[in-house]
């Protein structure tokens, strides 16, 4: 394996980072190719079947709808805090945080323990599998209807 300018932190901070301004924007305003630059061509994302935006999506048009449907129900995503616990020559990782979320039509705000596993590309510096696991979906729904 070659070297790599990459690692699981830096890629996962630049697609934070990319999301935060994301969703974030109005809808006239967001530029998903930050967030494009961060997500392989063979991307994965499941979401739980309990979720509004529930399903798998694929690649970075995938992630755009995603994202979409979530901007549309939240001003704010925000992984706070996130820990990467990483195995050394490894390209999955599994990030415990706390999800800081803003619903957009209310205002209202939510805050709970989160994890993710993910896998990247170290030498392309892109993610190619995410799957999230929330602590409160039920609250989550609620909160969204």
């Known amino acids: 394996m070659g070297s790599s300018n990459h690692t699981a932190r830096s890629i ?3 697609f934070y980072a990319a999301e935060r301004v994301y969703m974030a924007s109005p809808p006239d305003q967001r530029d998903f190719s930050p967030l494009a630059a961060t997500i392989a061509p063979t991307c994965r994302l499941e979401q739980t079947s309990a ?19 979530m901007a549309d129900r939240f001003s704010v ?23 800081h979320l803003k619903v957009r039509k209310t205002g209202e705000e939510l805050d709970f323990p989160f994890c993710q596993v993910v896998t990247v590309d170290l030498e392309r510096g892109q993610i190619t599998e995410m799957r999230p696991f929330y602590w409160d979906v039920a609250e989550v729904n609620r909160a969204l209807q």
Request: aromatic letters at 12%.
């Open 77 to 99: 995503v925000d992984v706070q805090n996130p820990e990467i616990f990483e195995r050394p020559g490894s390209d999955r990782i599994v990030v415990v945080s706390t999800i």
């Open 51 to 69: 979720l509004p935006y529930a399903g798998t999506y694929f690649g970075p048009d995938g992630m755009q709808d995603w994202s979409q449907q």
């Open 12 to 14: 996962l901070d630049a």
